[in-house]
Nanobody
Framework: QVQLVESGGGLVQAGGSLRLSCAAS????????MGWFRQAPGKEREFVAA????????QHADSVKGRFTITRDNAKNILYLQMNSLNPEDTALYYC???????????????????WGQGTQVTVSS
């Protein structure tokens, strides 16, 4: 299995930027499709961005498209989420997740992911 640890969250003013990192250890990182999800208080966990297993394709939620970008560095075993033009609606606990099933289809449902980190808090003030 793979272990995931997120970092990079914090408090930022509206319009600011943050870069989240997700460090993976254990099994070969490049074997997994990866994703970012977030959960605000009182709300369900929602899809933010993901990439498929070969890393050839990415998908971003409409709410973050053009502002957030998911990337990965297989040599360093790290998944990133660059977040620009943040607004208060982006405030949430952000999780990275790994999916064992190898597919070129990009998975957007939390139920399709097998391993999760503990989350990193992002708070955007107005």
């Amino acid at each position: 299995q793979v272990q995931l640890v997120e970092s990079g969250g914090g408090l930022v003013q509206a319009g600011g930027s943050l870069r989240l990192s997700c460090a993976a250890s254990g099994r070969t990182f490049s074997n997994y499709a990866m994703g970012w999800f977030r959960q605000a208080p009182g709300k369900e966990r929602e899809f933010v961005a993901a990439m498929n297993w070969p890393g050839s394709g990415t998908q971003h939620a409409d709410s973050v498209k053009g502002r957030f970008t998911i990337t990965r560095d297989n040599a360093k075993n790290i998944l990133y989420l660059q977040m620009n033009s943040l607004n208060p609606e982006d405030t949430a606990l952000y999780y990275c997740a790994a999916r064992s099933f190898r597919s070129i289809r990009i998975a957007v449902s939390p139920a399709e992911y097998d391993y999760w980190g503990q989350g990193t808090q992002v708070t955007v003030s107005s």
